[in-house]
């Protein structure tokens, strides 16, 4: 499991400070040291892998409560067996907005012909 932060912060426009937690395959598996992680974060990203076919909404409300912080997720490889709700819970992927900056959020990014990578975490940045 890791975790990363990032700051986005746009400081010539004096744009607010939005601190977004990363985190990704927990698989099925809460472990309190996050919650160090991501004290003070805003918003909590999880990059899929949350269960283990199945578990997920385990998962992400010990998460969300823990931290007292709002979590958006998506689905990874694993995170099957969904129905409906969990659809709507774990989409393929997110476009998040903050801080007058654009978060695309997705677990698996499909390899191109200039890539042999399998499974990454991907996000891109942008203002």
Known sequence: MSATMIQALDESQQAPLVKLGLISD??????PAVVVYFSGMHQILH????????????????????????V???AG???DKLDAAGHCMLP???????????????????????????????FAVSA
């Not at 892998?49 to 992400?60: A, F, I, R, T, Y």
Request: proline share 3%; glycine share 8%.
């Open 26 to 31: 927990t698989h099925a598996v809460f472990d």
């Open 47 to 70: 990059a899929g892998d949350v269960g283990h076919h199945g578990s997920h909404k385990e998962v992400l409300q010990q998460l969300a409560t823990s931290t007292s912080t709002p």
């Open 72 to 74: 958006l997720a998506v």
């Open 77 to 79: 490889n694993v995170d």
């Open 92 to 122: 393929s992927h997110r476009v998040i907005h903050a801080a007058g900056w654009v978060v695309l959020l997705v677990h698996i990014v499909a390899a191109g012909p200039a890539t042999k990578s399998e499974h990454c975490i991907a």
